[in-house]
């Protein structure tokens, strides 16, 4: 049973070594890792897919409970307990999503492999602003649904303890949703994010510098109060944006009256 994961580090673009020496995360977590594009966060994340050994660029090491991974975990990849949701995932197949759940639900050995399709869609939709269809084929979801229903699969279905999520700010995702619903599991969670919203509701961040892991920054008191207002203008902006998707008109008036009920906006 996976309850920590460890990362030792390795040496950065310049040869220097980490100033991050180790970092654990227990199960329960949710971390994020930032910095400037090229700043070596995709790196990291692919070391801990690849249960890196020193045996990748960077030199890092991951270990799974203070130790080695086990061999099981990289010679079968039903026993690998990492799922990796990228940026630029697409469906090859054009299965209807029920029987792609529903196999997958089958071949994890699901009890009642309906019931948990069921939950695992009702999942997806909270994610994504237009709802899945159980009957639509895997290739004609969008990007945002296909990383919508990848993350509920991963979560339900594959029970993956540690997921890895590539940057879901750029899918249309709901990010307040996703973490209020991810939180839900007891899992690792690592995002790569831009994103301020989810940096700071995450319980730390890795800042990554010239490739390496360049501080560890636990979100604080100060920081808890800053992401409310934060998440007043994001769900502002949210709002406008819905408002031009769905076809209506920005007038002055409907702008004038949304910035009224913006509490950080009339203190």
């Not at 636990?218 to 819905?242: A, P």
């Amino acid at each position: 049973m996976i309850e920590q994961i460890s990362i030792i580090g390795g040496f950065g673009k310049n040869g220097q070594p980490e100033p991050v020496k180790r970092v654990d995360f227990k199960m329960g977590d949710v971390i994020s890792i930032v910095g400037q594009t090229g700043s070596g966060k995709t790196t990291l994340i692919d070391d801990i897919e690849l249960f890196a050994n020193e045996n990748t660029p960077s030199g890092r090491k991951i270990l799974i409970n203070g130790e080695a991974p086990e061999s099981r975990f990289s010679n079968n990849v039903s026993n690998h307990p990492i799922a990796l949701i990228t940026q630029h995932t697409n469906f090859l197949s054009d299965m209807q999503v029920y029987k792609f759940l529903l196999t997958h639900a089958s071949i994890r050995g699901s009890k009642d492999p309906s019931a948990i399709v069921e939950e695992t869609i009702d999942f997806a939709n909270q994610l994504t602003g237009e709802a899945i269809d159980l009957n639509y084929a895997m290739t004609e979801l969008s990007g945002g649904q296909t990383r919508a229903l990848l993350i509920a699969d991963a979560v339900i279905i594959g029970n993956s303890p540690i997921i890895l999520l590539d940057e879901i700010e750029n899918a249309g995702i709901h990010r307040t949703r996703a973490l209020d619903l991810l939180k839900r599991y007891e899992k690792i969670f690592i995002f790569v994010t831009h994103d301020p919203r989810i940096a700071l509701l995450s319980d730390c961040r890795i800042v990554m510098k010239n490739g390496s892991m360049n501080d560890v920054i636990t979100t604080g008191v100060e920081e808890r109060k800053v992401v409310e207002v934060i998440k007043e203008l994001d769900d502002l902006l949210l709002d406008f944006r819905m408002h031009i998707r769905n076809g209506s008109v920005l007038t002055e008036k409907i702008f004038e009256d949304r910035l009224k009920s913006v509490k950080c906006l009339n203190n």
